[in-house]
């Protein structure tokens, strides 16, 4: 078996490193080549074009920023017409919508298409304990199930191609309706002189806790923000994302909104490329 890894970012790399850990054939292509260095020194192949990995792949596994990146690397006029007799694992994080519209790009050209995005981040790939949530027809996962066994130990079967994609939206929007409503609360006990440990002795006792909460505590009390796991640039799409889909559907999105503008602060307050802890430094500002 041939895999071919396409988008070796934070989140790619680890992931990329751990089949080649398992000794499969691995082939790598990411737009900046200066990224798979730690690949190559580990025994994958190394491509200058994307088209090269999939004809050489039985498997092709993209981990790529958006959608418009995975049209650039998997439908462009080189690459299309290699999809056929291949499998194409969707993993990044895009809209139902989208990968509807990618699967049946795929289909039509003759190769088979399905999603699992991935719940949790750098440590969790690294140890393979990412959540995995696929999107398929049922007999594709149990095909598909040992392979995706490498990411995390219980991939878990959703639906359609489409829900996968749906769920982990949704997951995404807590992510960053959660990190904000935290980080309004240790701000408003800062400014009204409670200590912030009592405050965190209290809310850990309470249904109101949350593990991510002691997981950015720390960053937002120093202001520390680099080296992120999930860069705010990221979140800002996926939130994006969310928004587009619940109106389709005739969700009130108003709260998630409010968000959207703190997150779209924070970017041009420069933190784009930082954790999305950065939040707390727009919502405690003294402006």
Do not use: C, W
Not at 191 to 208: C, E, N, P, T
Not at 213 to 229: A, E, G, I, V
Request: net charge negative; proline share 4%; hydrophobic share 45%.
């Amino acid at each position: 078996m041939k895999v071919a890894f396409l988008g070796t970012g934070l989140m790619g790399q680890p992931m990329a490193q751990r089949l080649l850990a398992a000794k499969i054939q691995l082939i790598a292509y990411n737009r900046t080549p200066e990224k798979l260095s730690p690949l190559q020194a580990a025994g994958a192949e190394i491509v200058e074009k994307p088209h090269q990995a999939i004809r050489e792949a039985d498997y092709v596994i993209l981990m790529l920023t958006n959608t418009g990146a995975i049209y650039n690397v998997l439908l462009s006029d080189q690459s299309s017409p290699a999809l056929a007799g291949r499998t194409i694992i969707q993993m990044g994080t895009i809209s139902p919508t989208e990968s509807q519209e990618i699967r049946d790009a795929v289909v039509a050209v003759g190769g088979e298409y399905i999603e699992a995005p991935v719940l949790g981040s750098i440590p969790e790939a690294e140890a393979g304990k990412l959540i995995v949530m696929v999107g398929a027809q049922r007999e594709q996962y149990q095909r598909h199930l040992k392979l995706l066994q490498h990411f995390g130990s219980e991939p878990v079967f959703v639906g359609s191609v489409g829900t996968a994609a749906a769920l982990k939206l949704a997951l995404n929007q807590l992510i960053a309706s959660l990190t904000a409503a935290f980080a309004l609360s240790l701000s408003f006990a800062q400014h009204q002189g409670v200590d912030v440990d009592l405050f965190m002795q209290i809310l850990r006792k309470s249904a109101l806790y949350a593990p991510t909460f002691d997981k950015k505590l720390q960053r937002m009390l120093d202001s520390n923000y680099t080296n992120p796991n999930f860069p705010i640039k990221h979140l800002m799409k996926d939130t994006d994302l969310f928004i587009d889909e619940a109106k389709s559907v005739g969700l009130n999105v108003s709260s998630i909104e409010g968000v959207q503008q703190v997150i779209e602060m924070a970017i041009k307050m420069s933190f784009a490329h930082d954790d999305y802890s950065s939040i707390f430094s727009v919502i405690n500002t003294n402006e």
